[in-house]
């Protein structure tokens, strides 16, 4: 079955810094793969979807996400983190036996010291 | 807003207790899913609906159970309530069964028990 690990339970970064959070999948190429994230006492908010048609991948709020196939990842980027950033941030990839079932990552949780 | 609504938003009730989580799905979507999220869990997948019928179940506790109406909302009813059920609920919807599908999440219901 298919799964993400997300390498990294808190990540702080300044304000302005660019920001890296890890995504890595199972070894079998899943076709899609999502960066969700959550804000304080909300629910999660998909940022972006990969789905084989490009590696690179945009998303909302200036975030992109590179698909690596060599390197089993897809890890989310910003070129410059802002304080509106600080957030929960989860890689998820459908099962691959039937697509019904999302498996999340671990999380995690973004800093933005000012 | 993403669509998908949840009620209550808070619930504080005493072990032993039953209680039920109310989901509406987005219009047009036909699958939703539930999730339990705590601190020392992370989310985790309880259980999914697609029109009306099971499709996949996670790691559901047999004192829980949900079901899907004909106008598809869907209730998550939880029993024997332990300590150790005090977590976010969240309801997600999409549109079908496949993994292509992204899943949009509601506000979610913060159980407490006590």
């Known amino acids: 079955a298919q799964s993400v690990t997300q390498l990294g339970s808190h990540v702080s970064v300044s304000e302005g810094a660019l920001v890296l959070l890890r995504c890595n999948y199972s070894?079998?190429?899943?076709?899609?793969l999502f960066w969700y994230v959550q804000y304080p006492n909300q629910g999660l908010q998909l940022l972006l979807k990969?789905?084989?048609?490009?590696?690179l991948v945009k998303g909302i709020n200036g975030f992109e996400a590179e698909f690596k196939k060599s390197e089993t990842s897809f890890h989310l980027t910003k070129p410059s983190a802002h304080m509106s950033d600080a957030a929960e941030y989860f890689c998820?990839?459908?099962?691959?036996?039937?697509?019904?079932?999302?498996?999340f990552g671990t999380g995690t949780s973004l800093t933005v010291i000012p | 807003d993403s669509g998908v609504t949840q009620t209550p938003k808070h619930l504080i009730t005493a072990t032993g207790q039953r209680v039920t989580l109310r989901c509406s799905p987005r219009?047009?979507?036909?699958?939703v899913y539930w999730y339990q999220q705590s601190l020392d869990q992370g989310l985790q997948f309880l259980i999914q609906y697609y029109n009306g019928e099971e499709r996949a179940k996670g790691n559901i506790l047999e004192r829980f159970s949900a079901q899907q109406f004909p106008d598809l909302h869907s209730e998550l009813n939880l029993s024997s309530l332990e300590l150790g059920d005090s977590a976010l609920y969240f309801c997600?919807?999409?549109?079908?069964?496949?993994?292509?599908?992204?899943?949009?999440f509601g506000p979610g219901t913060r159980l407490t028990v006590t």
């Open positions: 997600a919807s999409s549109r079908g069964l496949a993994g292509r599908y992204e899943q949009y």
């Open positions: 070894s079998s190429v899943p076709p899609y």
């Open positions: 990969y789905t084989s048609a490009a590696t």
């Open positions: 998820a990839v459908p099962a691959s036996n039937t697509g019904n079932q999302f498996y």
């Open positions: 219009s047009g979507d036909l699958s």
